[in-house]
């Protein structure tokens, strides 16, 4: 009987290990409460039927529901995927700069110096000279139109393409770290298979293990399963990259073209497009909204040249002259305007015949060209076409905005589901830890009581 | 509540491209209409200003071709040679003044030589005694349009003379119609000088009312074209009015509305922080009744 003493004095000091433990951890996100289970011990068969022996801790178990855990996994994963996705479309926003003005504006086109503004600025320019053609005052004003557009598109080009490069730098980071994890896990996955060799279950390294594959499902959608010994194995698109305590395979960046970067496994080379994760938004961004936004300025800003260029070829400057070309370059990025017409106005080619300096009849079509409907943009005036590419990224921004709340709402009602499934109660955790104190003080109260039994036995043999 | 700040403070309800994209796109279609609007309107103010111009060397004109005719009316048999010769030095000094308001100057140059602008439309040549001998035209026949609206280019200019009998009237020469002010008023000259009288009444006054008709028909034109100018400016105007109003609808915020809400969100987060306090300074917990 002492020993069934000794035994329960050691039960509830585990007990109140356990209740401690989860005191220490409750503040801690990653950690899920644990629980002591206490079993009677085998009973001993007497003369008047099996007699009890005292109880025994036979496991700590953790509190975890694997569900909710997949659901969270899953969720995590969607909404890196957006929030990179917006990250990277509020960037290209930003970069674009078009925003409406407040009241008190003087009817100007999106934001004063914004590319909407110099594109309509040009061709009232040109309208504007077809009343004066040979002045001076309305050639000066003409180039220097042409000029801010030009610088306008260049400047918007190599915005675009800067965050361009960012993109793939951050693809680049997270494959690293996303690296990093693997072998994380797969560490822990040994670790675990050797700590549950014997019995029980290595909490607090599941607990890890699962905040390490959350912060895995962050960068890239996994798919999770468990073997035999307890460890996780991980895939990616149906490549196993983790199995047991190896790291099967990584993840790696590739040049797809034009330095712009994809992931695929190390090893077997082949490519991977994960559907969740940043590494995934961050790649549909770049390739999608972005790409749109910059093949959009670039096939305006080609048709703008040759367009311009066409009309203004046919036409003679005061001089004279005729067949030189308005702007120079054939896209956003080397857009520019013709350097013999900035030094010399006069070079400006307005007239429709040689010789007549007040005839107008070029420059009043490239002013009526602002209302011309391009074929080589779809039928769209060059302002139309400018509104439509960049009221496309504020379509593809908003609606990522839109399903990240979505998504945001269902994240935190799993993670309050979770919290109480495994979170700590302080409460609840200070009830047992004085119910285990009692019992220990009970237990220590009933080694005493046999003792003085015994003594008295032993006195009686005096 | 940031973005009902903005609203409130910007006066827009949508002022970014993500924050209702089919409505920017409408909205800054809409701003690019209104600010051609603008540059027609302006382009408007020019053609009139040019068309005034152009009516007041009309004008000049005008006088000038009365007096003409009112020495030829004059110029009869009952004159003395004196008065003729007279009359004769002022028809010299009236085409000398004809030509010089033909040469007036505009924005661009030259207004009546066609699209010629460099140089003067009208060079007279005098002899040595400084009677004008001929007044030659340098100018041509094409003159220049701009835009009043979207496909619709207007011309105010007319070409000093056009002798090709298509395209716009010369003011003062045109094949069509007869007119040929200046020669005309150089054989007035001459006949004057040399006491021709039956020549003057014979073929300078019926030549000269080819003229002035020429010339009240030309200024009645460029009355029709500034009425037409000032109806195309109001109707511009008009529409400008309409196009920012559509815009304020699209694009402005209800100030009203939008306070309302903010107000509505201040209070409800304050709410929220109060009874977050409230809840972390009475926290309950089992400790406090333990021991």
Known sequence: MLNLGARSLQTQQQGVEVAGHNLANASNPAYSRQ????????????????????ADAVAIRQLRDTLLDQQIQGETSVISFLQSQQTALQYAEAGIGEQLQGAGSTGDVGSPGGLASDLSGLFNAFQDMSTAPSSMTGRQAVISQAQQLTTQFNQLDQRITSINGQLNQSVQTDVGSANQLLSDIAGLNHQIAGAEAGTGAANDLRDLRQQKIESLSQLVNVQVSTDAVGGASLSIGGQLLVSGGTVQDTLETYDSGGGQLLVRTAGAGIPLTPAGGSIAGTIDARDGALKSLHDGLNTLATQIIS???????AGYDLNGNTGADFFTGTNASDMGVNAALVNDPASLQASGVAGAAGDNQVVLALGQMANAAQAGLGNQTFAQSYNGTITGLGTALASVNTQLD??????????TQRNSVSGVSVDEEMTNLVMFQRAFQASAHLVSVVDQMLGIVVSLGQ | MNRLQNQAATGKRISQLDDDPSVMRQVLDLQTQD?????????????QTLANSTYNAMSGLQTISARAGEIATLANGARSPQELTAYAIEVNQLIQQGVQLMNSSGQGGHIFGGTQTTQPPFVATTDA???????TYQGNESVPAAEIAAGAPVSVQTPGANTSGSGPTGLITDSRNGADFFNHLIALQNHLRAGDTASISSADIPALAKDEDNITSQIAQNGLIQSHLSVADSLASTQSLSVKQTISENSDADLAQTLTQLSATQTAYQVALQSGAKLLSQSQSLLNYLT
């Open chain 1, 35 to 54: 629980r002591l289970e206490i079993q009677a011990s085998t009973p001993l068969s007497t003369s008047i039927g099996p007699v009890g022996t005292g």
């Open chain 1, 406 to 415: 979505d998504e945001q709402s269902v994240q935190s009602m799993l993670q």
């Open chain 2, 129 to 135: 005694d400084g009677n004008v001998t001929g007044v």
């Open chain 2, 35 to 47: 600010s051609q609007i603008a540059q027609y309107r302006k382009n408007i103010a020019s053609l």
């Open chain 1, 307 to 313: 367009q311009v260029n066409t009309a203004y070829r």
